[in-house]
């Protein structure tokens, strides 16, 4: 199983960015996968999660600006952030469990244990 993000980058306060994580050799259907992210000096946090029948949960640091979707045809999971805050500041990470039949809050909780996870992908917010 391989994950990749792409997507990260520098934006100003208040801007957008839209990560990607392509999964090779890994089947979305029995699955769970999220995002989670690590800011300098601090431990990594779950932010997003879908479960396979497309729920999503959502960390309150993020909630009302980030989505978590994913495309099933293409094994892509996809991030888009908005409203990015300087605190948003992290090296981002998706990551994949299976088989997983947890319930998006669940996942959420237990992304940074995964047993599958990118590379990360760097996300700077300046103000």
């Known amino acids: 199983v391989q994950l990749v993000e792409s997507g990260g980058g520098s934006v100003e306060v208040g801007g957008s960015l839209r990560l990607s994580c392509a999964a090779s050799g890994y089947t979305f259907i029995t699955n769970c996968m999220a995002w989670f992210r690590q800011a300098p000096g601090k431990e990594p946090e779950g932010i997003a999660a879908?479960?396979?029948?497309?729920?999503?949960s959502y960390a309150d640091s993020v909630k009302g600006r980030f989505i978590i979707s994913k495309d099933t045809t293409k094994n892509i999971l996809d991030l888009q952030m908005n409203s990015l805050k300087p605190e948003d500041t992290a090296v981002y990470y998706c990551?994949?469990?299976?088989?997983?039949?947890?319930?998006?809050?669940?996942?959420?909780?237990?992304?940074?244990?995964?047993?599958?996870r990118g590379q990360g992908t760097q996300v700077t917010v300046s103000s």
């Open positions: 879908i479960d396979s029948d497309g729920r999503t």
């Open positions: 990551a994949a469990d299976s088989p997983c039949f947890l319930i998006a809050p669940a996942i959420l909780s237990s992304a940074v244990g995964f047993e599958y």
